[in-house]
């Protein structure tokens, strides 16, 4: 419960301009110039800050600068510090993923395995190579990943921007059919896949993966507690076995294996506590699942 609270916490304090609905305007204040940890559209009408992947694009594309210490820190920051714990808790389009997952549809197992190198392929090309390497005749660069694939754009930003403002509606184009395509490909996904666009398509999400193992906060494994009994692979939603790869760069620090491992043999946190032994805590494996 406290995590979904958190969950909200983010998606409505990123979001808390609610007259830019209304208008159909874009907040241009001052906190504009500061960027949130997770997902969050900076042309969403509700904006209040930036997303850390538009603005590193932005930097990128610019031809006054080819690096952004502010930008590449504070994701650094946040990584090191948290890993994808930021998706787990604190990425809005995060929770707008789970909240179509539980609306009825056919669901594909976990076992089910589109390829995870795909945003990381995003990251690098989408990211860092086109806005930094495809200039314009003065040298400015697109910020690609924002203006040909990024959903959480489409969704949050485009389409509420055409609802309130009918003007706009005639400057649409091939550029918005192709990216109103792929929020509908993510839709889909999203309601049969859990987080789907998390977990196959995001190269925030990828970029926070790296510092999983390296990270403050962390899963911890007590092999000793362990029993093997699958319990923490089964309730995890992002197909990771906490088991043998407690920091896997896919896991986005729910905590759901923690609370399904019966033997304290998971723990997460920023820093270890001391845990019962196997001796005193487990007496025999009589209450493991099978």
């Not at 976990?110 to 995003?122: A, E, F, G, I, T």
């Not at 509606?169 to 996904?189: H, P, Q, Y």
């Not at 407690?246 to 001391?274: H, T, W």
Request: aromatic share 12%; glycine share 12%; net charge positive.
């Amino acid at each position: 419960m406290t995590g979904k609270i958190v969950q909200w916490l983010s998606l409505l304090g990123s979001n808390a301009w609610w007259p830019g609905f209304v208008r159909g305007r874009i907040y241009g204040g001052v906190l504009k110039s500061v960027c949130v940890p997770g997902l969050n559209c900076y042309s969403c009408p509700g904006a209040v800050a930036s997303c850390p992947l538009g603005s590193l694009q932005a930097v990128l594309g610019s031809w006054r600068y080819s690096f952004s210490f502010y930008v590449v820190g504070l994701m650094m920051g946040f990584g090191l510090l948290f890993g994808r714990l930021v998706c787990g808790f604190l990425c809005p389009f995060g929770l707008l993923q789970e909240l179509l997952h539980r609306i009825p549809f056919f669901r594909v197992k976990n076992s089910w395995r589109w390829p995870l190198y795909v945003k990381y392929v995003l990251l690098a090309v989408f990211v860092v190579a086109l806005p930094l390497l495809a200039t314009n005749v003065v040298g400015l660069g697109d910020p690609a990943f924002c203006k040909y694939i990024c959903p959480a754009g489409t969704l949050t930003a485009g389409a509420p921007l055409l609802l309130a403002n009918p003007s706009l509606r005639d400057a649409i184009g091939w550029l918005f059919v192709l990216k109103m395509s792929i929020a509908v490909m993510t839709i889909v996904g999203c309601l049969a896949i859990y987080r789907f666009f998390c977990r196959y398509m995001c190269p925030l999400g990828a970029f926070y993966g790296l510092f999983n193992k390296i990270a403050v906060y962390r899963i911890r494994l007590e092999e000793g507690n362990c029993v093997g009994c699958g319990a923490c692979s089964r309730s995890c939603k992002m197909a990771v076995d906490p088991s043998r790869a407690p920091n896997s760069p896919e896991c986005i620090r729910c905590g759901d294996c923690v609370r399904a491992c019966r033997f304290s043999a998971l723990d997460a946190g920023f820093f270890e506590r001391k845990r019962e032994g196997r001796g005193e805590n487990l007496g025999n494996r009589e209450g493991c699942v099978e």
